[in-house]
């Protein structure tokens, strides 16, 4: 058993918002094993803490542009930080993030690491991004970064109100016969946020946990043992439902899922990326 340190404890608190008693509580019943820990907290359906003290997230925009070629299109996604809107949504914010973009372009960068590394003008993106603070008055860095190419790359970017930049960016990559319905699908990564194309992309641990997590569910609501793994296969369609973009119920039409969109035109999706503003990992 690990010892359940107060490094432990703080760790488990920042990747699930919750409380430290819920967290100590989850860690002992763990034996000290954070992926179970993290599990029991789900289970037991605990709030999360951080949620309801409103913590703040980074600010910032993403540039987007997608890059035709004889292969054909491949879609770029830059998040650029900021500590406040109030430099995000200025011009020079702005056009320094798409000079950053035009840099990973260039580079054909597809990771935060690549761009960086990044030739900018003489230096380093990394360089440019450090200067580029000095000007700002405020810590600015490079966020998440995605690539995605296909036949078709289709772009939608979010803006939450007018005066600020786009702060969600989606890219869809398909063949030509999905390209018919790639806008669409789209609007419906920015605004459902699937996390995997299809139920095949779902990585096993995280099927596993999701098991574990609707049995333990079922026990706990005193469902009959022998019904219960009828009800983890409903819960499991339903995980499908909600994180897997094909079989997401389609937002303008819940008759149809977005995989149905996708057969309608005798299309095919081959790959998806969705970025926010403030949503990757914490420095």
Not at 148 to 158: M, T
Request: hydrophobic share 40%; proline share 3%.
């Amino acid at each position: 058993m690990a010892a359940i340190t107060a490094a432990l404890i703080k760790q488990v608190r920042e990747e699930t918002g919750a409380g430290m008693m819920d967290v100590k509580k989850a860690l002992t019943e763990a034996e000290g094993d954070v992926a179970r820990a993290k599990e029991i907290i789900r289970a037991k359906g605990i709030q999360a803490a951080g949620k309801r003290e409103g913590r703040k997230a980074q600010e910032g925009t993403i540039a987007s542009k997608v890059v035709k070629s004889a292969e054909g299109e491949t879609g770029y996604a830059v998040e650029l930080n900021s500590e406040t809107d109030f430099v995000a949504k200025t011009p020079k914010f702005v056009e320094f993030s798409n000079t950053v973009l035009d840099h990973a372009v260039e580079a054909n960068a597809s990771t935060t690491e690549e761009v960086l590394a990044a030739p900018a003008d003489g230096a380093t993106v990394k360089e440019s991004v450090e200067e580029a603070a000095a000007l700002f008055g405020e810590h600015v860095k490079v966020g998440q970064v995605a690539k995605v190419s296909g036949p078709h790359v289709e772009i939608y970017a979010h803006k939450k109100s007018v005066e600020l930049p786009p702060s969600i960016v989606s890219m869809i990559a398909t063949d030509e016969a999905g390209a018919k319905v790639a806008h669409e699908a789209a609007l419906q990564i920015s605004a459902m946020g699937a996390q995997w194309l299809r139920r095949e992309d779902v990585p096993e641990e995280v099927l596993e946990s999701e098991r574990r997590v609707a049995t333990e569910k079922s026990l706990a609501e005193g469902k009959p043992e022998k019904i219960v793994p009828k009800i983890v296969e409903g819960r499991m369609n339903a995980f499908f439902k909600e994180t897997v973009l094909l079989e997401q119920t389609y937002v303008k039409d819940p008759s149809k899922s977005v995989g149905d969109l996708f057969k309608e035109v005798g299309g095919t999706a081959l790959a998806f990326a969705r970025l926010e503003v403030g949503k990757g990992a914490a420095e």
